[in-house]
């Protein structure tokens, strides 16, 4: 089973790369966002670094969200989500290769955008383990998110509309947690409570989000 699970994400990563616009426009809308809040704000450094952990985490949701419209959109389409739920895998391990695919490839790129767009906000460098540590654990909760989102209105009419209503509100507390991580470690305040709460929130998401969306996928081909 950890076979085919593997050569499904590998499957999903080569396609990714083949056609990498999804991977790119994400990027690109991450750090053309990021870049255009100093024009909004203005040129004051001490308003820009005190605002960067927001910019940063609502940037990166984002763009997270632009990619997930085919998630398993283009499978449904032509015929092979049927066929993968045919390979042997359960549901819900067929949906959690494709959200590790999808995190693989626009939550790592969007990990190494952040330091630049930190950077040029004016956040310390000392925070930026904090940054990565919080936006590493935050984009895995995202994808998962997004994934079952993408496979619960998978089908439906209108479902790119539908998606952004039913993933926002439940990943504002992850927005939340993370954002203010940076935040304390920038006053100097303690910044483990907020990790610690991303974290009990990617381990509560990793076994309940793959089994909804599974069972979206099976609702979605039925």
């Not at 990563?13 to 616009?21: D, E, I, T």
């Not at 067929?94 to 952040?114: D, M, Q, R, S, Y």
């Amino acid at each position: 089973m950890m076979g085919l699970f593997c050569a499904l994400v590998a499957r999903d990563l080569r396609l990714a790369l083949r056609h990498g616009a999804d991977t790119l426009g994400a990027v690109l809308f991450f750090i053309l966002t990021g870049t255009l809040f100093p024009l909004a704000l203005g040129p004051s450094p001490d308003l820009l670094r005190h605002m960067a952990p927001g910019i940063i985490w609502v940037c990166a949701l984002l763009a997270a969200l632009l990619p997930l419209d085919r998630l398993f959109g283009a499978e449904l389409e032509d015929g092979s989500l049927d066929q993968l739920l045919l390979l042997g895998l359960p549901p819900s391990m067929v949906a959690l290769a494709k959200i590790t695919a999808h995190w693989l490839t626009t939550g790592v790129p969007l990990l190494v955008a952040a330091v630049p767009l930190a950077i040029m906000l004016g956040l310390p460098t000392s925070t930026l383990p904090i940054l990565l540590a919080g936006l590493l654990l935050g984009s895995m909760v995202l994808s998962l998110i997004g994934g079952m989102g993408a496979s619960i209105v998978l089908g439906a009419r209108r479902g790119g509309v539908l998606l952004p209503l039913l993933v926002l509100p439940l990943i504002t507390p992850a927005l939340i947690f993370g954002a203010a991580a940076i935040d304390a470690a920038r006053t100097g305040l303690p910044w483990a409570p907020d990790l610690e709460l991303l974290g009990a929130f990617l381990a509560a998401a990793i076994p309940l989000c793959p089994l909804a969306a599974g069972a979206g996928l099976r609702a979605a081909v039925e």
